[in-house]
């Protein structure tokens, strides 16, 4: 099974889910349609994803631009992927000349905000093709044969952190595979959180966009395995009201990330690699974006309050 099969199997599913009256369409006729024009280009993503949508991740990416001039994201080209079910997210792929400079993931909130629920530079993705590849053949599963046979290929997220591929086989239960790492995911949980998303998701008709702000310098730590010293797992953990004073202020600490018992959710334990303060200019108020991973997995930044909902933070050494 190649990469570029699994590629043009990847984008099977981004239109599958966008415009379910074309979900029997081939891969290789999407993967070999028109070809690339500016005009071309706004027309799929005005499919993909609603113009308020585009706006906020457009305003996302000129903000992280001021802090990474290297990285160029102001004049990236951004394209949409619907993510499902229910969660109305985008995965916004963030591309400069036809190399991958970075992602985000954009949320609509209950009440209809669009928030940043994580981003990442590089050319690296929450969704592995080449680890979707290796899970399915480990669970004896032709991709071809499955398409050929009106299966389905989906890319899902789950509030807070979990990027899965959903796999639908006919006659067969669905089969959901992490994106991230290329696990087997329990199916009762997932249709559990998919429940919850469906029940929960704001209405995509009436989205409105926050203020305008900036985001502070990049800030990387070493990274480690946190399986290397498992004193940690005996340790307090860090107090809340000081995780962020810590992982501003404590360079010489390795700090990690647990969800304990919703691990499963958030991919974790994982290392803290870094940070990024990002400000809004109206509200006088800063966000700070957690790096985790970075050394086993894919470093993703994440709202600090985002992972406090369910996981607490420990020193590796305590």
């Known amino acids: 099974m190649t990469l570029g099969l699994l590629s043009c199997l990847a984008l099977f599913s ?22 690339y024009s500016p005009e071309h280009h706004a027309f799929q993503n005005d499919k993909l994803a609603p113009a308020a949508v585009q706006r906020f991740a457009e ?61 990442g530079q590089g050319e690296q993705s ?9 899970a399915l053949d480990r669970q004896h599963v032709n991709l071809e044969a499955l398409l050929a046979a009106e299966g389905e290929l989906h890319l899902g997220y789950a509030l807070p952190l979990l990027a899965y591929w959903k796999v639908e086989q006919p ?45 502070g310098p990049l800030h990387l730590r070493p990274v480690f395995n946190p399986t290397d010293n498992l004193l940690w797992m005996t340790s307090k953990p860090i107090a809340a009201n000081r995780v962020q004073d810590v992982i501003q202020h404590e360079e010489n600490q390795e700090i990690i990330f647990s969800a304990d018992d919703h691990n499963v959710v958030y991919g974790g334990p994982l290392p803290v690699s870094g940070y990024q303060v990002w400000h809004t200019d109206q509200e006088a108020e800063s966000i700070l974006y957690v790096a985790l991973g970075g050394k086993t997995s894919i470093q993703r930044f994440v709202p600090l309050s985002t992972l406090q909902q369910n996981g607490q933070f420990y020193f590796l050494k305590p």
């Not at 239109?15 to 028109?34: G, H, P």
């Not at 990236?76 to 109305?88: E, I």
């Not at 400069?96 to 609509?108: C, E, F, Q, V, W």
């Open 14 to 35: 981004f239109w599958s889910i966008a415009n379910a009256e074309e979900q029997k369409t081939s891969s290789r006729s999407l993967a070999s349609s028109t070809e």
């Open 126 to 134: 929450p969704y592995n093709n080449e680890l979707l590849g290796q």
């Open 171 to 215: 006659n067969q239960p669905a089969l959901y595979i992490d994106a991230t790492n290329g696990d087997v995911l329990p199916t009762e949980l997932l249709k559990l959180l998919e429940a919850d998303s469906r029940q929960g998701s704001s209405s995509i008709t009436n989205l409105s966009t926050a203020p305008s702000g900036s985001v």
């Open 59 to 119: 305003q996302q990416a000129v903000t992280l631009g001021t802090a990474n001039a290297e990285a160029n994201w102001k004049n990236a080209v951004l394209d949409f992927y619907p993510l499902g079910p229910g969660t109305h997210s985008w995965l916004v792929q963030a591309a400069l000349d036809g190399k991958p400079i970075g992602y985000m993931i954009i949320t609509a909130t209950e009440q209809g905000h669009l928030m940043l629920s994580e981003y």
